[in-house]
């Protein structure tokens, strides 16, 4: 059962993959307007994640991190997550996983939410964390 639900997650992820990479969230209506921006008119955390996706797959980091800040240490993050089982087996290190430390719920949390209070501030420097 879990190698179906598996291949079924790398299906669906590499179909949302080609889906972000041939379509440019910001020129075609398929993609989901945040709703949170909709209604209040201030920028949520992932505001910008489709386009900094699509930037991403055509390798342009300055877009990423044009259109979220936050895209991509959230990235590196969840790469190590799945990435420090096989360093520590083919390097033969002792990398600790840092997603089960009891702190780091609080700090993913505390810094989520700084950066959406920043990034909806319409002042130099904290203007540049808003999407685009």
């Known amino acids: 059962m879990k190698k179906f639900l598996n291949t079924g997650l790398l299906i669906v ?6 889906l972000f990479f041939l379509l440019d969230p910001a020129k075609h209506e398929i993609f989901p307007r945040c709703v949170f ?4 008119g201030y920028y949520c955390p992932g505001c910008g994640s489709q386009r900094a996706i699509h930037s991403l797959l055509h390798l342009d980091f300055a877009g990423v991190v044009s259109y979220n800040f936050l895209f991509i ?5 969840i790469y190590y997550h ?3 089982p096989v360093f520590n087996r083919v390097f033969g290190w002792k990398l600790p996983n840092v997603f089960y430390f009891s702190s780091t719920p609080w700090i993913i949390f505390g810094v989520i ?3 959406w ?3 909806n501030i319409p002042v130099y420097p904290f203007s540049v964390l808003a999407p685009g």
């Open 13 to 18: 992820f590499t179909g949302l993959a080609v």
């Open 37 to 40: 921006n909709s209604i209040t």
């Open 73 to 77: 240490p959230a990235f590196l993050l």
């Open 82 to 84: 799945y990435m420090h």
């Open 113 to 115: 939410v700084l950066f």
């Open 117 to 119: 209070i920043l990034r």
